[in-house]
């Protein structure tokens, strides 16, 4: 699978973005889906996670209650609604796919294909 994220940009401190992440290839449906995010000089950091159906979730504590994560699985489409957005949530942002996992989950390691990133960056 090919994943290709999109929606980053440039917002003030409290705006909003939506990031979306288009996969093509098939069973879009089978993958497990995440969302992580990077700072130059930091390691790559987990953001949010959801299943293959879209019924369960989880996210980091950083972006609990903020951040939104969701799927359209008729449309090979994943999403990370972001809220209420701090200068700290200034990364690049990426979508990642797992192929074999069942359930949602948090590790870096489980994931098998990943997107090219997009830049967020909020200004105080």
């Known amino acids: 699978v090919q994943l290709q994220a999109s929606g980053g940009g440039l917002v003030q401190t409290g705006g909003s973005l939506r990031l979306s992440c288009a996969a093509s290839?098939?069973?879009?449906?089978?993958?497990?889906m995440g969302w992580f995010r990077q700072v130059p000089g930091k390691e790559r950091e987990f953001v949010a996670t959801?299943?293959?159906?879209?019924?369960?979730?989880y996210y980091a504590d950083s972006v609990k209650g903020r951040f939104t994560i969701s799927r359209d699985n008729a449309k090979n489409t994943m999403y990370l609604q972001m809220n209420s957005l701090k200068p700290e949530d200034t990364a690049v942002y990426y979508c990642?796919?797992?192929?074999?996992?069942?359930?949602?989950?948090?590790?870096?390691?489980?994931?098998?294909?990943w997107g090219q990133g997009a830049l967020v960056t909020v200004s105080s």
């Open positions: 990642a796919a797992d192929a074999g996992g069942s359930y949602y989950s948090p590790s870096e390691g489980r994931y098998d294909y």
């Open positions: 290839g098939r069973a879009f449906s089978s993958y497990v």
């Open positions: 959801i299943n293959r159906s879209g019924g369960s979730t």
